[in-house]
């Protein structure tokens, strides 16, 4: 089997959680840290923390009355994904762009991919940096580059696509159009569809993604509203339906990696106490590998008497390495019907018959995701989280979230790992 040099950065879950998908091709099973691995030169790593930092602090500080907002904005704007329409060259790079060529003319990035060019084996990153980094110090091998959301600014396109060897898998066809927006050439372009894990997808046949949703849909569609509607449709692509659902209802709201939304988790906790205790609904909190905001949960619970709640209708997802975290969340994916998180990488999962409640976006790439999912139906967003209890059972009820969860498993592309693979490999 043909193996590649997989590299992500661990700035946020998003890279990372994209890598994770593909670490059966990564080289000896390892994912590099771009930002982040042994022998870094100081100076290289001075310059990644200080972007993480500020990027943690400003999703945090967003939130700050007045001012927070405002400075987001700024910060924001360096980033800004521009109107699709009218149709353009968009080629000239931004400002950040130039920044990130400057510091590279400076030897950034040069110690890793000395490091990397040991072995000459495909290349496949989920960030754009070590690609142009790649590409920039003559990385021996092809440069591929996985897009992680539904649109994108002219900084994920090299400083002159025309002249570039990068290639792009793009998760979607206006992410794929995008890119020649950006002068990047054609046959450097493979739509390919986000990488989902394959751990919740089975083999080409879909056997998990199968079972697991003939469950959901259950759940999702108590009265059979949807169902009466669509029996043709949905016995057609699922087979014949269990006659009752494997496990109770269950929401899991996934918090980003900054740590941010958090207060919405126990918000949407406080409205359905009653339906945790009785047992009718089941809660999965999303911590990550946040220490803080695991401690949030634990205590905001206990201030709730839900205690002995935990493990069982209620559990916090939480875990001190990344890996672990991401075995453990797609685990717990294959028993929830219902994901609700700030539209990032997880809008995605919508193809997993997933449908998506969604919180509010941070940042304009977030924005343009929500906007992906409300167009394809995947998704829907959130009502004010203090009445959950109220307008979730009437959207259930009336088969609001089946009919997502099964427009996002037709309509989405499920198999972007697969096709990524095979093009790796030729």
Known sequence: MNKARVVSINMGYGHQRTAFALKSLA???????????PGMPEVDRVIWERTRKFYEFIASFKKTPLIGNFAFSVFDAFQKIFSFY????????????????????????????GRLSGKPIPLITTFFTPAFMAEFFNYPSEIFCVICDADISRTWAPLKPRESKIKYFAPTERVAERLKQYNVKPENIFLTGYPLPLENIGGIKLEILKKDLNHRILNLDPRKKYFKNYKVLVEKKLGKLPKTPDHPLTIMFAVGGAGAQKEIGIEIVKSLVEKIKSGKIKIILVAGIKKKVNEYFKNALKE?????????????????????????????????????????ELSFYSALGLPIIIAPPIGSQEEFNMRWLLKSGFGILQENPAYTNEWLFDWTENGYLAEFAMQGF?????????????????
């Open 304 to 344: 709730l008497g839900l205690e002995n709640e935990l493990k069982k209708n209620i559990e916090i997802i939480f875990t001190k390495e990344i890996k672990d975290y991401f075995q453990n969340f797609n685990q717990a994916l294959r028993k929830t019907d219902i994901l609700w998180t700030k539209p990032s």
């Open 410 to 426: 037709i309509e989405g592309e499920r198999l972007g790992t697969y096709n990524i693979k095979k093009i790796c490999r030729g």
């Open 86 to 113: 009218p149709k353009k060259n968009l080629s000239k790079p931004n400002f950040t762009l130039k920044n990130i060529y400057s510091l590279l003319k400076k030897g950034w990035g040069k110690d890793l991919v």
């Open 27 to 37: 080289l000896e099973g390892k994912i590099v840290n771009a930002n982040d691995y």
